[in-house]
């Protein structure tokens, strides 16, 4: 599936930009693919976008002349070998970000930047599964609707996409209005390998708030501090983990373009010049809804630092 997303995009990225050089920014590699004793895979992989691209016409977009070749799908998979940088631009892409949710059915994302000289300028996220009824997004969630019946989960409405340009002043979603932490939410990685949930259960405790996590796959967890379904993320990567630009920063300016505050835990803006991890990141990264939650939150994790074991 990576490897099918990452060849659609880098495709339609080439034939609209024809007169530029794409630059993209990706997780998935071609060199494995190219491996002759994985050329059914390369074959099940260049159906998949085949049938994926004989759809481009419904959304307003070309579609080949003829159906791509093996060949074709791995020139445009090896396009994707950008390490970024802070000059010049880069399409950052995560073909499929949160595998695991991916696979249970739950929540991930696609997700695709545009990084002009280090600065994103524009996100886009899209989100197959997220429902539109935020009760949804986690049955155990406060704010579960119970009127709903389990029965109905074939039925809900569900998927969106979500973009933003910086600066452009037209965010048409926006992030909540809650600011008392007694009353907010905060997300966190479903996974403990990706963030020590006792720390930030600690930080959360320590700030008064009273509601459980929600715990999401992927970057959808800014999709809702976006779309005013959370009030707070916070990640808190264990010692030695290193943070992927493409993990994030379609979500970064997609949360402060509805309202919202991204930095890392130090309180500084997270730096996309510098390849393709976020260096220099202070401990964490914390995304808000507000500045005064933001700022209390920040106070919050200088307190509880010393006493943690990260």
Not at 65 to 75: D, I, S
Not at 100 to 129: S, T, W
Not at 199 to 204: K, L, P, Q, R, S
Not at 272 to 291: K, M, Q, W
Request: charged share 20%; glycine share 10%; with cysteine.
């Amino acid at each position: 599936t990576d490897w099918s997303v990452q060849a659609i995009v880098s495709w339609i990225l080439a034939e609209s930009f024809q007169d530029q050089n794409v630059s993209i920014v990706a997780e998935e590699d071609v060199q494995t693919l190219s491996k002759a004793e994985l050329a059914d895979l390369l074959a099940s992989v260049s159906k998949t976008v085949n049938e994926s691209l004989a759809e481009a016409p419904k959304y307003g977009l070309q579609s080949p002349k003829k159906a791509l070749g093996a060949t074709q799908v791995l020139e445009a998979i090896s396009r994707c070998n950008s390490t970024g940088g802070p000059t010049g631009r880069h399409w950052v892409l995560d073909p499929v970000d949160g595998t695991l949710g991916f696979v249970r059915g739950d929540q991930y994302a696609i997700a695709l930047a545009l990084i002009e000289d280090g600065k994103v300028i524009m996100g886009v996220l899209g989100c197959p599964n997220y429902p539109m009824k935020n009760g949804w997004l986690n049955h155990h969630h406060h704010r579960y609707d119970e009127s709903m019946s389990s029965s109905a989960s074939d039925t809900w409405e569900k998927g969106c996409v979500i973009y933003a340009q910086k600066g452009s002043g037209k965010a048409w979603i926006k992030v909540s209005s809650i600011d008392d932490p007694g009353l907010a939410t905060f997300c966190e990685p479903v996974e403990k390998a990706n963030s020590n949930h006792s720390f930030t259960a600690g930080v959360a405790h320590s700030m008064g708030f009273k509601n459980q996590p929600l715990r999401v796959h992927s970057m959808v967890k800014y999709a809702a501090i976006a779309r005013g379904d959370a009030e707070i993320f916070m990640k808190f990567a264990r010692c030695g983990y290193k943070e992927k630009i493409w993990d994030h920063a379609a979500g970064v300016v997609i949360v402060e373009e509805a309202g919202g505050v991204v930095t890392d835990a130090g309180g500084r803006p997270l730096d996309f010049s510098r390849g393709t991890y976020l260096e220099g990141l202070d401990r964490g990264i914390v995304a808000c809804c507000s500045a005064k939650l933001h700022e209390g939150f920040i106070g919050a994790v200088y307190a509880s630092w010393d006493s943690s074991n990260l």
